[in-house]
């Protein structure tokens, strides 16, 4: 088993990171040639998720769509003013789990891994651990 | 560990497709007792999820509540018009992480899995790999 | 590999119950130092999730917003009445990985784990495995 984390800084208040470089940094670090990884992320106020990487206006459309899903506002008690943030967290998720083939990330065609900031900018960091298939 | 993939076709534009019957032949055929299973969707305009399996009613009726919740048009830049169908990709999750017990899926009694189809018809595939339990 | 569930008793039809003690009795119990832990909600109309435990009004905000984005009535066809809550089920997904390292969850700083009960109130069952890292 290895493991370890990674930092990003995000640069505005919303936003889907490619993180894929990272994440595959990772998997040629840990020489596994087969295994699953996992990710965690340890944010109330962001996400990851598996989602088109080839066009970034895909990027800009799930921003888009989830800040007109969610109220900015709705008469919300916590202080902070940023429930619509903790709101899309719940949405998306906190962890993640890949596959490792021939040491490198199992991914369709088109997918690569993002970080979902909903509260940023800020320095975040992603947990992640690999298990490599026993013998 | 044992991984494998299996293919569905769908066949309307956005689709729960109970894959439960594909996900326990994979679980036969590994002869794995105890463990863990990890499924993983690797399109972008599609999701895996664990929902009511008894009432076909309740797979209509989460398809027209995405519908609902996601706009279909919102000035989205993505050229190729299916970003709701991106949208719901992140809101449903990519992968799915299930027990074996006795050689069974260990699911609540009302459980099924799902592939959700968003941005069909197509012929899609879902990823399986199997950790058996150490002895 | 250890494997186990506990049951927890909610008391409104929607509310976000905070898990983390019962979870980390079965990280304890279980006296593994480092691994990763998978908890599984059997259940379809409610899920799982880690947020912020700090404020509760976190957690009523939560409730709030998905009450508003997933709308009650839609001319849903389910008889019983409670398609919402499967809704929110897929929205919040029904499994969760933590890792665990030194003999505890490693959690974000404000990050507690929730049970979601959408159709409540009910008697809910968790079930959790934890399998340690390979020595």
Chains 1, 2, 3 share one sequence.
Not at 31 to 41: D, I, P, Q
Request: glycine share 8%; hydrophobic share 40%.
């Amino acid at each position: 088993m290895s493991l370890g984390h990674f930092n990003i800084t995000t640069t505005t208040p919303r936003d889907l990171v490619d993180i894929t470089r990272e994440v595959e940094h990772a998997v040629r670090n840990a020489s596994v040639s087969a295994g699953v990884m996992y990710l965690f992320n340890p944010h109330t106020t962001a996400g990851l998720t598996i989602n088109e990487g080839a066009d970034p206006d895909v990027r800009r459309d799930i921003i888009k769509g989830l800040t007109h899903i969610v109220p900015e506002n709705l008469g919300y008690r916590h202080a902070e003013g940023n429930s619509a943030a903790h709101i899309m967290t719940l949405l998306t998720g906190s962890s993640l789990t890949v596959f490792i083939e021939k040491g490198k990330l199992l991914l369709g065609t088109w997918q690569k891994i993002f970080f979902c900031e909903y509260d940023g900018p800020r320095t975040r960091t992603v947990h992640w651990k690999i298990l490599a298939d026993p013998q």
